[in-house]
């Protein structure tokens, strides 16, 4: 019916296939756009048991005659258009964004029919340049960067008059004030019913985002139909009565039906890539959509990721790239910010130290903290895996007893992490000193006198060097990198973590400075990325054949972020809340609370977000877990008299002594 509908009503063969496609696949998975296998005898059952008052409702509002329809006629005819187009038809970036945009609009529209009914949602544009202005204003004049930072945002705005290109970069160092500046560019670009999109790598600096939005609509009523946050650990606010319905909320949030929804680069990526996001989809068309550390995307999907972008400002969208450390990616982007304001901050220096053995490692570490609590100094210790960063703090731990010792990795639950980061943020003098993996590198606003880091590729080290004397506390920042190795192998930590060839690049464009100031890393960084840029596949996964073939299955392989280890999400009871939550899990889904479908999926997604705080990822077979441990809707489980032999209230989920330490 959708494919002789729309020939009938004029629209070429291939719009007509594409329709078909969209809601013949909408409900389900995505195959590869190609021949389709029907029954025919079945499908005409099935048009035969339609009612005749709706084939008169579909009659009328299409302008179709469906009196002579022969259902296995039109069934050849679709299948034979199918296998022509597959064969001859050189498909483009367009067709893929106009299939998945169908299938988006029909999924959206199904959701929101069974829950909304006749409501409407009505989107109140109350995020304004003129608030965002007035929170600029009101920023107090006695920082020392605040000379600085009045500097950027005048350029900002000289350049906001004279913008003619949908792809823009705002490229600046730490501390400036990017995402004030990110969200004023977005707002000046923005029509009424305009949704913006701000993208970030990790929801830690999704919380910040969202608590410098709530100062920035302080005293203005507002809810999630204005601002959304949109992750797994979001609890987004409704205010509204009429919105007080959990299913109606979930269409809300899961349609993005709101002014701003500030998210993840995953949860973006995987609604441009696959169907696995796919009812927002649509709403992309035609929003600002701003990508902050975009420096956090791997190089291997720079290609992709720049095709589909520069595609989508065809479709009337505006991307913002937005970073202290811009890689090569949209590179025909107009850089909105001329000037390199990292000339006159300059409030790092990084030393690159070479190789030292792990043994040796901890002789620099023991010296650095002695020197921290002596001169009551922050110092930040970043090592790449979980293993030898706890091995670390224990040591430090071991040795010095004092009260400001924190310690984050993705072995913490999210939690502790968010309290830990809280406190450290608190904490106005040192000592203080924070062990921790690559967690706290991109966009965390904490600052510490000194840095210590294992190596790592240059834009990571740049990042590390970012939560170095951020606000200018002290005239100059120390960063110290040296490449740890295992004494028994001599491979260096980072290989076991890092791409061999951007730790490579990184040795190789260091390789004739002992000491690098911040004045310098944006010479330095452009150097690197065009080296990685030149030498990398940045298309490694051959997406951009796959778009162009309408090759869908192998579309939805797409994952941002790629573990190689397998893992295993861990739900641990930590406190009583953690207990109550798992509770709450179990009863609404093993027992019948009278629920409506929708209702209790809204319900359960609800429990889980909230679940979500007590659950780490683990890098465990199943089958070393579940021999000591419960496994429930879907998560193994530390059961709360379990925790002392799983969990370590520091350094976070430990092995049982019945299984071997890793």
């Not at 329709?19 to 029954?39: I, K, M, S, T, W």
């Not at 009424?192 to 969202?210: E, G, H, S, W």
């Not at 930040?380 to 040591?395: A, D, V």
């Amino acid at each position: 019916m959708t494919y002789q509908t729309l020939l009938g009503n004029g629209f070429e063969s291939k719009l007509a296939v594409f329709g078909y496609f969209a809601v013949r696949y909408h409900h389900g998975h995505l195959p590869n756009f190609g021949f389709v296998e029907e029954n025919p005898s079945e499908l005409e059952k099935q048009f035969r048991s339609v009612p005749p008052s709706l084939i008169e409702w579909f009659e009328k509002e299409t302008g179709t005659n469906l009196m002579n329809f022969d259902v296995k006629a039109i069934c050849r005819k679709v299948q034979s258009q199918i296998s022509k187009l597959s064969f001859f038809t050189d498909f483009t970036m367009k067709d893929y964004i106009l299939l998945h945009t169908l299938i988006s609009i029909l999924v959206s529209s199904d959701k929101e029919d069974a829950a909304l009914k006749d409501m409407i949602v009505e989107i109140e544009p109350k995020i304004t340049l003129d608030l965002v202005q007035g929170y600029i204003r009101n920023i107090a004049k006695d920082n020392p960067m605040y000379s600085l930072r009045q500097r950027f945002h005048e350029e900002i705005d000289r350049s906001l008059s004279r913008i003619d290109s949908k792809i823009l970069s705002i490229t600046a160092p730490t501390g400036l004030g990017k995402t004030l500046a990110n969200i004023k560019v977005a707002l000046s670009l923005a029509k009424k019913d305009t949704l913006i999109v701000y993208a970030l790598p990790f929801i830690n600096i999704i919380d910040q985002t969202m608590e410098l939005m709530y100062k920035i609509l302080d005293g203005v009523d507002h809810d999630a139909t204005v601002l959304l946050p949109y992750h797994h650990l979001a609890d987004p606010l409704f205010s509204s009565r009429e919105y007080e319905q959990s299913s109606i909320q979930r269409v809300i949030v899961e349609c993005w039906h709101t002014q701003m929804v500030i998210t993840t680069f995953v949860s973006l990526f995987e609604s441009l890539f696959t169907n696995r996001r796919i009812p927002f989809f649509y709403k992309l068309l035609n929003s600002v959509i701003i990508l902050d550390e975009v420096q956090s995307i791997p190089h291997k999907y720079w290609e992709p990721i720049s095709r589909i972008l520069s595609e989508l400002t065809e479709f009337g969208s505006v991307v913002i790239l937005s970073t202290a450390t811009r890689p090569a990616l949209l590179k025909n982007a107009t850089s909105i910010v001329k000037e390199n304001y990292g000339v006159d901050l300059n409030r790092t220096r990084i030393h690159f130290h070479g190789e030292v053995g792990y043994e040796e490692f901890f002789d620099v570490v023991e010296e650095n903290v002695k020197e921290a609590l002596r001169l009551g100094q922050k110092l930040l210790i970043i090592l790449n895996t979980i293993k030898h960063s706890r091995e670390i703090f224990e040591y430090v731990l071991k040795r010095f007893k004092f009260d400001q010792l924190f310690y984050l990795s993705s072995n913490v639950i999210p939690k502790q992490r968010l309290e830990r980061l809280r406190r450290m943020k608190q904490i106005d003098r040192g000592p203080l000193i924070c062990v921790s993996t690559q967690v706290i590198e991109a966009g965390v606003d904490i600052s510490f006198d000194k840095v210590i880091r294992d190596d790592a590729p240059l834009d990571s080290i740049i990042q590390a060097a970012g939560r170095c004397n951020r606000h200018f506390e002290n005239r100059m920042g120390e960063v110290n990198v040296y490449v740890v190795k295992k004494s028994e192998n001599k491979r260096s930590l980072a290989s076991y973590v890092y791409d061999s060839m951007l730790l490579g690049i990184t040795k190789e464009v260091t390789s004739n400075r002992q000491v690098c100031e911040e004045r310098e890393f944006s010479d330095l960084v452009q150097e690197y990325f065009q080296k990685v840029d030149n030498r990398g596949n940045t298309d490694k996964k051959n997406l951009i054949n796959s778009f162009k073939t309408l090759k869908f299955e192998e579309i939805s392989n797409f994952h941002l972020i790629e573990d190689g280890a397998q893992s295993v999400p861990v739900y641990v009871e930590y406190d009583d809340f953690a207990v109550q939550l798992r509770e709450e899990l179990n009863s609404i889904m093993n027992k019948d609370h009278g629920l409506g479908k929708f209702d209790k999926l809204s319900s359960i997604k609800r429990i889980l977000q909230k679940m979500a705080l007590y659950t780490i990822d683990v890098r465990m077979s199943r089958e070393e877990l579940t021999s000591a441990l419960i496994v429930e809707n879907g998560f193994v489980v530390v059961t709360r008299d379990n925790l002392s032999h799983w969990y370590n209230d520091q350094t976070g989920f430990q092995r049982s002594s019945s299984v071997l330490m890793f």
